[in-house]
DNA sequence: GACATCTTGGATCGATCGTTCCATGACCGG
DNA sequence: CCGGTCATGGAACGATCGATCCAAGATGTC
């Protein structure tokens, strides 16, 4: 059987862009909800480039978790690592990055590590692991930046924790449907805790 | 549950209490995630009563929700309704029902509530409706309480977005495996972001 | 030009999904 | 005491799940 298009010798699509779109499609429907055939729909990529190229679904989740934190993780550290007056300002600044993305149209509403977060029990040993490890490395980007800020010991661990779990309530928001307006309420109100 | 004699002529196990241990399922596994094979072994019924009793899995997951909202609803409730001196308390109280929630043992981690927003794309349409209308009735009790307490309509309307917000927070710190001291930190920082 | 290598599309696998059906047997009104 | 009603247990349904396999075709090297 023929095709107009050619097949290949060598890949035929870019590897990078289909780990983001499979990446979208975990965002947005969670790990359990991401069928193979929506992943492949929005990737383009059959079956076989899918497997092929990533291994099987938990592989190509845990490349998405990674590839999450590679694109988002600099955002956040960029926004720490400025010099900031107060300890608020560091976390104005943290939750300023989140708004970006959660405005961002092209990419799904709420937030994916929040999303693994909450299905942890669906997910296998390695992918619990890394959504672990990756709340505890903003944890601990958190509390650096704000300990540089000025924040004592206790009050660098704690903000680190409330401005954290305000993330996460950002994100539980935004895939409820509530309004940009809201969320930085939210996020304005979290940056007002400390005295 | 179940007799050692085998069958019957009528029901022969509690209703409310198998739609109680369905509503955990649900809660504990999310809504993709809780197979029926999963809500026959939570529940102890098999499929012929489980269906017959509450209809497919939808209409389950739905009496669930509402049987969710009939338990803890009141006991918000009935913590906003007491006497406040002043927003702060409002906003302890409440979060103080989830937190007394969260560390009961006999119950999953976090919140069906939340754990149903954030899979909203999963739920039909009735479901999500009855998502959005559980958390407007909760937005509604807390607006109305921080008025009684003496917020301005702003205030309270603000207040009770961001007492929501760390509400949920609390649900995926929860899932997240943080423990209960973590919570406890964000709750009473959550009450102290009024002046 | 021929061969080895690799990707692609599509068929297909067994398992599990939600759901339905049916034989069984206990109950209740006659 | 008998027949209708209904809950139960379990088999079975079609659909979809994640995953694998294979023929077809394009490429690079010889």
Redesign the interface.
Known sequence: MRKLQPMAGRKQFDVDEALRRAMHVFW???Y??ASVDRLTDGTGLNRSSLYGTFGDKSALFQKSLERYAQTYHPLYSEALCAPHASPSAVIAAYLQVTLNRIADPTVPD?CLL??S??????LDTKAQTL??TM?DTLRTMLTQALLTAGATSQEAA??A??T???N??????S???FPPK?LT??AA??A??PH
Chains 1, 2 share one sequence.
């Open positions: 947005r429907w969670g359990s909800e709420g929040t999303m977060a909450t299905q942890l029990p669906a959504v672990h709340i704690d903000l924790l409330c954290l779990a305000t996460k309530s950002l994100a539980v928001l895939r409820a449907g809201d309420t939210v109100a979290a007002r805790i």
